[in-house]
């Protein structure tokens, strides 16, 4: 981009101040300075600008370290077009305005998961929320299972999952969803432990993935349907770089079909770009083959160790095109 465009942009004192950052008790400084600079494509200068308009931040050391959270969303909303994260996700969210047979069709990707146990007490069975896809006509094949271990184990597939076009009929469901859309939430980047707290997600003005389907799945329930938000994975995310964290809304609907409904991808297309509206009318019901779902529920960890640790496993996913 030219520079005088990137200059014309607002000051970082102003993009700070729209955005909401990460709240202390969720958290996690892990970012120096200098991976700040690098992905916010700025100088120091700028980042003495946005701690002093309030981004919070740790030093030790003698070093500055910042939550990765708020520096994707400070990216986001920067509207310079050379940051990472505004890189990223345009690059991710370029087969949103494209047209839709490819979403609909069989995909096959080769699905890794790595599973670690930081407070590991030894070697023991590990347990994983894996790919659900059968039940909405894909298959899993050459499946490596996660074998009894210590510290850190993968899981190996090659999964086939497909699309359908199956919106929402009923008249409630569609009004529910849009009423939330139309609601004003900003997404974010949130840590998903932080996203499972969804009343304070919401409070804030902000929503993501886990949080959105989490509360649309509680207004479905209160409107007589049987719903339930599922976590899964958004595929082929730039080589596994950025694991987007997913989840959506499974509800049945007036027709009797279980539906999924996409709150977030909807909404975050909408933001992206301005010819999404297909893709954005098929996450509300329909499947796409840009996700794989899984067996968690939605505020449920994918995996943990049985060694007795009492934290959840951390799990990172590579997801990619097999053919």
């Given amino acids: 981009m030219p520079q005088q465009q990137v200059s014309a942009c607002q000051p970082w004192e102003k993009v700070a101040e729209a955005i909401t950052f990460v709240p202390d008790q969720y958290s996690h400084k892990t970012q120096p300075e200098s991976v700040a600079r690098e992905m916010l494509h700025c100088d120091a200068a700028d980042v003495d600008r946005l701690v002093d308009a309030g981004l919070p931040h740790e030093d030790r050391d003698g070093v500055r370290y910042f939550d990765p959270n708020d520096l994707y969303n400070l990216g986001m909303y920067s509207q310079r077009s050379n940051t990472q994260p505004e890189l ?68 190996v597939a090659t999964v086939t999952n497909t699309g359908a076009r199956t919106p929402l009929v009923s008249p409630t469901l569609r009004t529910l969803t849009r009423d939330y859309l139309n609601a004003g939430y900003r997404w974010h980047m949130i840590p998903v432990p932080m996203q499972a707290d969804y009343p304070l997600v919401h409070e804030l003005g902000v929503t993501s993935c886990i949080a959105a389907s989490l509360l649309l799945a509680e207004r479905f329930r209160a409107a007589g349907y049987r719903a339930e938000a599922k976590r899964g994975w958004f595929t082929g995310v730039l080589g596994g770089a950025l694991d987007l964290p997913h989840a959506c809304v499974e509800v049945t609907d007036d027709d009797g079909l279980t539906k999924t409904v996409d709150i977030a991808k909807a909404q975050l297309a909408a933001r992206l770009s301005a010819d999404t509206e297909q893709f954005q009318e098929l996450c509300l019901g329909s499947l796409y083959n840009k996700v794989i779902p899984s067996t968690a529920s939605g505020n449920a960890s994918f995996g943990r160790h049985e060694c007795g640790s009492p934290q959840p496993a951390l799990v990172r996913a590579d997801i990619r095109s097999a053919r």
């Fill in 88 to 155: 990223a996700f345009r690059m991710l969210f370029r087969f949103a305005g494209r047209p839709l047979d490819d979403l609909l069709r069989p995909k096959t990707w080769s699905f890794r998961v790595r599973l670690e146990c930081h407070e590991c007490a030894g070697v023991a069975p590990w347990r994983l929320e894996g790919p659900d896809v059968v039940r909405y006509g894909g298959h899993l094949e050459e499946i490596t299972p996660l074998a009894p271990s210590e510290g850190s184990a993968e899981y």
